[in-house]
Nanobody
Framework: QVQLVESGGALVQPGRSLRLSCAAS????????MGWFRQAPGKGREWVAS???????TYEDSVKGRFAISRDNTGNNVYLQMNSLKPEDTAVYYC?????????WGKGTLVTVSS
């Protein structure tokens, strides 16, 4: 099974930046799409951003212009650069991968935005 491991979650003040990372367990990782989801306290899981194998990126409206998803040259690592963080960004962020039409999920990393 493919293992996804997130890292980078932290407690930050509003307006600051944070970078999340997602690493795949395999050296030769092939994916159709990778992305980030988040789940805030008391709310359901929501989609945040995705990057396709061809490099195209998409974002949820509330994070457009603030967040940027990217991948490394090998495609084994995906990142989420989060700028101008707001308290409403507080959530557990989950890495997601779509590989041969099968969904894979990481265990999540907590991002808390608070003064």
């Amino acid at each position: 099974q493919v293992q996804l491991v997130e890292s980078g979650g932290a407690l930050v003040q509003p307006g600051r930046s944070l970078r999340l990372s997602c690493a795949a367990s395999e050296n030769r990782f092939r994916f159709d799409a990778m992305g980030w989801f988040r789940q805030a306290p008391g709310k359901g899981r929501e989609w945040v951003a995705s990057v396709q194998s061809g490099g195209a990126t998409t974002y949820e409206d509330s994070v457009k212009g603030r967040f940027a998803i990217s991948r490394d040259n090998t495609g084994n690592n995906v990142y989420l650069q989060m700028n101008s963080l707001k308290p409403e960004d507080t959530a557990v962020y989950y890495c997601h991968a779509l590989i041969r039409n099968i969904d894979y999920w990481g265990k999540g990393t907590l991002v808390t935005v608070s003064s």
